[in-house]
């Protein structure tokens, strides 16, 4: 099962779930707020878009964390494991919201990115992935693992130098995150693939896919990359 929809991904987790539909794995990065402006008046990159002022970095990422939590969690088998992408100002509302509808949180693991963002207290340089499963605990496939991942945070340029996708996540970082809790065959499901680097990975790894993205451009992006890749 090798499956893109360029669709909004709640009709397709409600789709899913209406058919009690199970994927084994969950990893995504959802779109959410960004953090402040840094100490000189400016965060430089991605934040200084127009589009950030309130928190957006991209035209649909408006929707909460409470619509889609439930949803996630009906769509994991029992056992298996949930990878979710934030920052420190949506930390404490992700746990809070994630573990209110049934899942367990294991632990934070952190991605170090190898470069910094300028901030009002410290500078940048991680983002957390929220660990988590649902029933019963079941070891990750590499128990040597550091929680602390080291993935340098480099992006891809289109023919002008500018970035494809500002939070786009390195195939690298998902394929230690699908290797540890999928085995070949198993289903890996990104409801916010941006550009495709989940999908790509669990490809690159033998396992099949989901992917669901609502902009079109990123979606094409995505898809080109993944038959680029199987050709």
Same mark, same amino acid.
């Given at each position: 099962?090798?499956?893109?929809?360029?669709?909004?991904?709640?009709?397709?987790?409600?789709?899913?779930?209406?058919?009690?539909? *199970?994927?084994?794995?969950?990893?995504?990065?959802?779109?959410?707020?960004?953090?402040?402006?840094?100490?000189?008046?400016?965060?430089?990159?991605?934040?200084?878009?127009?589009?950030?002022?309130?928190?957006?970095?991209?035209?649909?990422?408006?929707?909460?964390?409470?619509?889609?939590?439930?949803?996630?969690?009906?769509?994991?088998?029992?056992?298996?494991?949930?990878?979710?992408?934030?920052?420190?100002?949506?930390?404490?509302?992700?746990?809070?919201?994630?573990?209110?509808?049934?899942?367990?949180?294991?632990?934070?693991?952190?991605?170090?990115?190898?470069?910094?963002?300028?901030?009002?207290?410290?500078?940048?340089?991680?983002?957390?992935?929220?660990?988590?499963?649902?029933?019963?605990?079941?070891?990750?496939?590499?128990?040597?693992?550091?929680?602390?991942?080291?993935?340098?945070?480099?992006?891809?340029?289109?023919?002008?130098?500018?970035?494809?996708?500002?939070?786009? *996540?390195?195939?690298?970082?998902?394929?230690?995150?699908?290797?540890?809790?999928? *085995?070949?065959?198993?289903?890996?499901?990104?409801?916010?693939?941006?550009?495709?680097?989940?999908?790509?990975?669990?490809?690159?790894?033998?396992?099949?896919?989901?992917?669901?993205?609502?902009?079109?451009?990123?979606?094409?992006?995505?898809?080109?990359?993944?038959?680029?890749?199987?050709?």
């Amino acid at each position: 099962m090798k499956l893109l929809f360029n669709d909004d991904s709640i009709s397709i987790m409600d789709r899913m779930n209406n058919k009690d539909f *199970k994927v084994d794995m969950i990893a995504t990065d959802p779109p959410y707020s960004v953090t402040s402006r840094g100490c000189n008046g400016n965060s430089g990159g991605m934040f200084a878009k127009d589009i950030n002022k309130k928190g957006k970095v991209f035209e649909h990422n408006n929707t909460p964390i409470t619509v889609w939590a439930e949803k996630l969690f009906k769509l994991l088998k029992d056992g298996g494991h949930c990878y979710i992408m934030t920052n420190h100002k949506n930390l404490q509302e992700y746990i809070n919201t994630l573990t209110g509808v049934g899942f367990h949180f294991i632990k934070s693991l952190i991605w170090d990115k190898g470069n910094k963002i300028m901030g009002g207290y410290y500078m940048s340089q991680f983002e957390y992935i929220l660990f988590l499963r649902k029933g019963s605990g079941v070891r990750i496939n590499n128990c040597g693992t550091s929680d602390i991942i080291s993935i340098n945070n480099k992006k891809q340029k289109d023919e002008n130098g500018k970035n494809l996708h500002d939070t786009e *996540k390195p195939v690298d970082l998902m394929k230690i995150l699908i290797e540890n809790s999928t *085995k070949e065959g198993e289903i890996v499901f990104d409801p916010f693939m941006g550009i495709g680097a989940t999908p790509l990975a669990a490809l690159e790894l033998n396992r099949n896919y989901i992917g669901v993205e609502l902009d079109k451009n990123y979606f094409d992006i995505a898809k080109k990359r993944i038959d680029d890749y199987s050709m």
